[in-house]
């Protein structure tokens, strides 16, 4: 039972342009939400997150968005750099959950000059 | 400061053999997370430790998987006879005591497993 979706397998974008990944989910008890990041061989690194009880997050070149009554996220990337071409993950945890987190499938991006 | 570290990086193995893989966590890190992603999905949930006990085992697929971890530091995840479904990359993670609000987790580089 995949609670978490990505539907997008890959995006192609070019340098300078704004790369728009989305997420859905589908269990109303997922109260935290991330974003991270994965570069071939390493582990995922942690990128932005939000609250449920929020909106909108914003750190620096990232912002996240979250639309509880659609179920639905996006993560805004401007302007995309090269070093960002690598595999985002959709992250979400449930209100009763210490940390366990269930994950997308991902989304490979691709930056082009 | 040395982040999570895992090994092997990579393990082939054939049907039916026992496998370890296993996990260091950050320093001070008292909780610990077992995941695997396999070939075109997402991370899967396998184990969580806070300390030496694992409150949540409810990922493990089949009782053929455990998990231990010694000293509040150090796991081991146990594959006993390996199926080809098993390959995957499995990945730990570790972060700070679960107090009721999330800490980040900390991943490490993985275990590529491959069963012939």
């Known amino acids: 039972d995949q609670q978490v979706k990505q539907n997008s397998p890959s995006l192609s974008v070019q340098e300078g342009r704004i790369s728009i990944l989305n997420c859905d989910y589908t269990?109303?008890?997922?109260?935290?939400f991330l974003w991270y990041k994965k570069y071939p061989a390493e582990g995922p690194t942690f990128l932005i997150s939000i609250s449920s009880i929020k909106d909108k997050n914003e750190d620096g070149r990232f912002t996240v968005f979250l639309n509880k009554s659609a179920k639905h996220l996006s993560l805004h990337i401007v302007p995309s750099q090269p070093g960002d071409s690598a595999v985002y993950f959709c992250?979400?945890?449930?209100?009763?959950?210490?940390?366990?987190?269930?994950f997308g499938a991902g989304t490979q991006v691709v930056v082009t000059p | 400061g040395a982040g999570v570290s895992q090994s092997p990086s990579n393990k082939v193995t054939e049907k039916g053999k026992d496998v370890e893989l296993r996990c260091d966590p950050i320093s001070g890190h008292t909780a610990l997370y077992w995941y695997r992603q396999s070939l075109g999905q997402g991370l899967e949930f396998l184990i969580y430790?806070?300390?030496?006990?694992?409150?949540?085992k409810s990922g493990l697929p089949s009782d053929r998987f455990s998990a231990e971890r010694t000293g509040g530091s150090v796991s081991t995840l146990t594959i006993q006879r390996t199926q080809q479904e098993d390959s995957a990359v499995y990945l730990c993670?570790?972060?700070?005591?679960?107090?009721?609000?999330?800490?980040?987790?900390?991943f490490g580089p993985g275990t590529r497993l491959t069963v012939l």
């Open positions: 269990n109303s008890m997922f109260d935290y």
């Open positions: 992250a979400a945890k449930r209100s009763d959950s210490w940390g366990k987190l269930q």
């Open positions: 993670a570790s972060s700070l005591g679960a107090d009721g609000s999330y800490n980040e987790q900390f």
């Open positions: 430790f806070q300390g030496n006990s694992a409150p949540d």
